[in-house]
């Protein structure tokens, strides 16, 4: 997180100090780091220089125009997972040709829209999505290529709701049905079987889950040879974890030197999804003390953000590490950070050493760089927050915080 530091006893992001951009932006404000971002795409795509590769950036994790821009013009891919997701990406100015279409319910009108597009493949999730994109390229007049998404039934020992390759999970066909599929792919007209796939969670802190997948992933390929189906492409997901209190994943140059060591030498274009590892500490949410209250059990610490801006405690019980925007000494006090949202599971931290805030004051919320503003929503009619780009000096509104006319505008 170099490039969030504290400079003359206040936080900076890159070369601007977070209360101004608080003053003048109001909270509650997310706040990226060029820098980070660029950093974390180099040290991941580099990491796989060995071996012929394409990372194409998950673009769920941080879904900004803005962000999605700069990591294209870095020759970054994407990953998508929605026609939404397709839109963007395109308007961002992503080459179509280094999009791969991932997700367990894509509408024909999504599969329509991104083989008009020409997206280099479809990693397809079950035996009905592959006969229904055969269906719709054929009427195109054109060829879909696709990868299957196989779940390799591996424990990723992650999160339950980020875990993805589990055989009670819903995504991608076991290894049976997947081999089942490739032989209907074969001989199924509209569709070219060009790759496998696999993902098989998210904030995963060790390479062994990723390997004992490919080592599935391998031999399932030497039974796609045996079958006369020659693919190109190896696509292994995203999932790499990241730090956010003391978890210590991996390093993408360690995960990328174990699967050099493995796949050097086959002739497979490797493609990488990630997400998290790109944007999660290349962001913070900047908040405001609203109040303070005391209970005979609590402190509650009450601030401008809630669970609608960054879900991730709520929903996962998930930490991020909180501190004050300008630090001013205080002892130390145990508080729960809560958000104004009706619901007792509106937090953003619980039972957290915190020093004594008052209101008025700013707290960085860190480590909100990936699936935080993605996953925001209008609860509580609450506008969603502003984004900022921050590089070096520059500061870039990668998107305006909503107002309440955005929020009724689309209502009768
Ligand atoms: C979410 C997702 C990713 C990205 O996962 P991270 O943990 O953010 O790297 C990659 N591929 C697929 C199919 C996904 O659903």
């Known amino acids: 997180m170099h490039f969030f530091n504290y400079e003359n006893g206040e936080l900076k992001a890159e070369g601007v100090r977070v209360a101004d951009l608080a003053r003048e932006y109001g909270t509650p404000l997310y706040v990226y780091s060029a820098a980070t971002l660029r950093r974390h795409f180099k040290a991941y795509d580099s990491a796989f220089a060995g071996l012929d590769h394409m990372t194409c950036y998950s673009v769920k994790a941080n879904s900004n125009l803005s962000v999605l821009r700069l990591l294209a013009e870095m020759g970054a891919g994407m990953d998508i997972v929605s026609g939404g997701e397709l839109y963007r990406a395109l308007a961002a100015g992503v080459d179509p040709g280094r999009i791969v279409y991932s997700g367990v319910g894509k509408r024909p009108e999504e599969i329509r829209a991104a083989l008009e597009a020409g997206i280099l493949m479809f990693n397809v999730e079950s035996m009905q999505e592959l006969e229904r994109i055969g269906e719709i390229a054929s009427e195109l007049g054109t060829t879909a290529r696709i990868s299957l998404r196989i779940n390799p039934d591996v424990d990723p020992r992650t999160h339950p709701y980020i875990s993805t390759g589990m055989k009670t999970n819903k995504f991608g066909l076991d290894m049976d049905a997947s081999l089942a599929a490739y032989q209907r792919a074969k001989d199924l007209p509209g569709v070219e079987p060009v790759g496998i796939d696999c993902h098989i969670g998210s904030q995963l802190t060790s390479v062994e889950p990723f390997l004992e997948a490919l080592d599935k992933i391998l031999a399932f390929h030497d039974k796609l040879c045996d079958m006369?189906?020659?693919?190109?492409?190896?696509?292994?997901?995203?999932?790499?974890?990241?730090?956010?209190?003391?978890?210590?994943?991996?390093?993408?140059?360690?995960?990328?030197?174990?699967?050099?060591?493995?796949?050097?030498?086959?002739?497979?274009?490797?493609?990488?999804?990630?997400?998290?590892?790109?944007?999660?500490?290349?962001?913070?949410?900047?908040?405001?003390?609203?109040?303070?209250?005391?209970?005979?059990?609590?402190?509650?610490?009450?601030?401008?953000?809630?669970?609608?801006?960054?879900?991730?405690p709520s929903l996962y019980g998930s930490y991020h590490r909180i501190a004050e925007v300008v630090p001013a000494g205080r002892e130390d006090l145990?508080?729960?950070?809560?958000?104004?949202?009706?619901?007792?599971?509106?937090?953003?931290?619980?039972?957290?050493?915190?020093?004594?805030?008052?209101?008025?004051?700013?707290?960085?919320?860190?480590?909100?760089?990936?699936?935080?503003?993605?996953?925001?929503?209008?609860?509580?009619?609450?506008?969603?927050?502003?984004?900022?780009?921050?590089?070096?000096?520059?500061?870039?509104v990668a998107r305006r915080r909503e107002t309440y006319d955005d929020l009724i505008a689309a209502e009768r």
């Open 228 to 312: 006369g189906i020659n693919i190109q492409y190896l696509d292994l997901g995203g999932g790499l974890g990241i730090t956010y209190n003391e978890e210590e994943p991996p390093h993408p140059a360690e995960f990328g030197q174990a699967l050099t060591e493995r796949l050097g030498g086959l002739p497979l274009r490797l493609i990488l999804e990630p997400g998290r590892s790109i944007a999660g500490n290349a962001g913070i949410l900047v908040t405001e003390v609203v109040y303070t209250k005391d209970t005979p059990s609590k402190h509650f610490v009450i601030v401008d953000a809630a669970m609608n801006d960054l879900i991730r």
């Open 334 to 396: 145990t508080v729960d950070v809560v958000g104004p949202i009706c619901e007792s599971g509106d937090f953003l931290a619980r039972d957290r050493a915190l020093p004594r805030v008052e209101s008025g004051e700013l707290l960085a919320c860190f480590s909100a760089g990936a699936y935080g503003f993605s996953m925001s929503s209008n609860y509580n009619t609450r506008p969603r927050a502003c984004e900022l780009l921050v590089d070096g000096e520059n500061v870039t």
